[in-house]
């Protein structure tokens, strides 16, 4: 009974570290491309920076760099790098997001657009939680 207990809360954990993918981008077939980021909101404190990771899951003929640019219509959160390039042999991408003294607290919006060298661009949301 305690080993499964134990691999249900095993396999619930691993739901949650899963990742969060966008919808496929490229130009079809096994040339697409997606961007996962983090599944859970990222705490970001007023004041503070926190680090996140934008990974690109490429097809198996996918072969192109991607132009990720990071936009939040939330006040005084600010993106760093804005815009920033994964180059065809590279997987991720590192933003830090840094809420200034004056950002609301709860959660805000971050959209990531990631546009390959030819076909179609794709956009990932994911969330930070802004605390005091």
């Given at each position: 009974?305690?080993?499964?207990?134990?691999?249900?809360?095993?396999?619930?954990?691993?739901?949650?570290?899963?990742?969060?993918?966008?919808?496929?981008?490229?130009?079809?077939?096994?040339?697409?491309?997606?961007?996962?980021?983090?599944?859970?909101?990222?705490?970001?404190?007023?004041?503070?920076?926190?680090?996140?990771?934008?990974?690109?899951?490429?097809?198996?003929?996918?072969?192109?760099?991607?132009?990720?640019?990071?936009?939040?219509?939330?006040?005084?959160?600010?993106?760093?790098?804005?815009?920033?390039?994964?180059?065809?042999?590279?997987?991720?991408?590192?933003?830090?997001?840094?809420?200034?003294?004056?950002?609301?607290?709860?959660?805000?919006?971050?959209?990531?657009?990631g546009k390959p060298e030819k076909g179609k661009a794709t956009t990932?949301?994911?969330?930070?939680?802004?605390?005091?």
């Amino acid at each position: 009974m305690k080993q499964l207990i134990a691999v249900a809360a095993l396999a619930a954990l691993a739901a949650l570290a899963g990742c969060n993918p966008s919808p496929t981008g490229g130009s079809g077939g096994e040339e697409t491309f997606k961007l996962s980021g983090p599944v859970m909101p990222t705490t970001v404190h007023q004041e503070k920076k926190e680090t996140v990771t934008i990974s690109v899951d490429r097809g198996k003929d996918f072969k192109e760099d991607v132009t990720l640019t990071s936009t939040t219509d939330v006040k005084d959160v600010t993106i760093d790098p804005k815009t920033t390039t994964v180059k065809a042999g590279d997987k991720d991408a590192k933003l830090t997001i840094a809420a200034g003294k004056d950002a609301p607290l709860g959660d805000a919006v971050i959209k990531v657009e990631g546009k390959p060298e030819k076909g179609k661009a794709t956009t990932l949301d994911f969330k930070v939680k802004i605390e005091k």
